[in-house]
Nanobody, 125 residues
């Protein structure tokens, strides 16, 4: 079994920054691609960012390109999402996910089998 635990969510002012963390356990972390998704009230879950098994390839949704950065530290079994220039459209529950494969396309194109419980990010005016 894989456990993913997100942290770092909270209330932030518009234009501000926030960094989310996701700590993984249960299987070899470095073998698998990771991703971040989010879901706002009344909206569908949407893809945010993905990173491949080694951390050298990333992929972002158009809505967050240039503002968000995904990274990973395999020695710490942790993936991060650095968010900047936050706006109200970024308000959502953010979920960490672990893919069944090693590539970013495995995250974007499929449905990751493992998910965290989510962490709330609220951007205030």
């Amino acid at each position: 079994q894989v456990q993913l635990v997100e942290s770092g969510g909270g209330l932030v002012q518009a234009g501000g920054s926030l960094r989310l963390s996701c700590a993984a356990s249960g299987r070899t972390f470095s073998n698998y691609a990771m991703g971040w998704f989010r879901q706002a009230p009344g909206k569908e879950r949407e893809f945010v960012a993905a990173i491949n098994w080694g951390g050298g390839v990333t992929y972002y949704a158009d809505s967050v390109k240039g503002r968000f950065t995904i990274s990973r530290d395999n020695a710490k079994n942790t993936v991060y999402l650095q968010m900047s220039s936050l706006n109200s459209e970024d308000t959502a529950v953010y979920y960490c996910a672990q893919s069944s494969g090693s590539s970013t396309t495995d995250v974007v194109g499929g449905v990751p089998p493992y998910w965290g419980q989510g962490t709330q990010v609220t951007v205030s005016s």
